[in-house]
């Protein structure tokens, strides 16, 4: 599995962007997706995941409210609506997948859930 994010850029505080996430190989209908974002010299963290079902959607706490993640399987694409873009949403984007049919568990939130990652794609929010 081959993941490509785009979308990312320079905006001002209280804008909008829209990553997209585009999956090749595999079944993309398949996988739970998940965005993670890392800002200079910090760990990645979680931001948001749907599952393959996509009937369940979760986010970090710092985002809910402002964020949208969303998935077009006929596009193999997952994609993170950010409005209200403050300063501290600026980092590296990352797009993460795993294989969610047949299994009955998901840690969304846990970095070693996901074993597919792309390159990432950089967000910066100026103040």
């Known amino acids: 599995v081959q993941l490509v994010e785009s979308g990312g850029g320079l905006v001002q505080a209280g804008g909008s962007l829209r990553l997209s996430c585009a999956a090749s190989g595999g079944t993309f209908s398949n996988y739970n997706m998940a965005w993670f974002r890392q800002a200079l010299g910090k760990e990645r963290e979680f931001v948001a995941a749907i599952r393959w079902t996509g009937d369940s959607t979760y986010y970090t706490d710092s985002v809910k409210g402002r964020f949208t993640i969303s998935r077009a399987n006929a596009k193999n694409t997952v994609y993170l609506q950010m409005n209200t873009l403050k300063p501290e949403d600026t980092a590296v984007y990352y797009c993460?997948?795993?294989?969610?049919?047949?299994?009955?568990?998901?840690?969304?939130?846990?970095?070693?859930?996901?074993?597919?990652w792309g390159q990432g794609t950089q967000v910066t929010v100026s103040s």
């Open positions: 993460a997948s795993s294989e969610g049919y047949g299994r009955a568990s998901y840690h969304a939130y846990r970095e070693t859930e996901y074993d597919y």
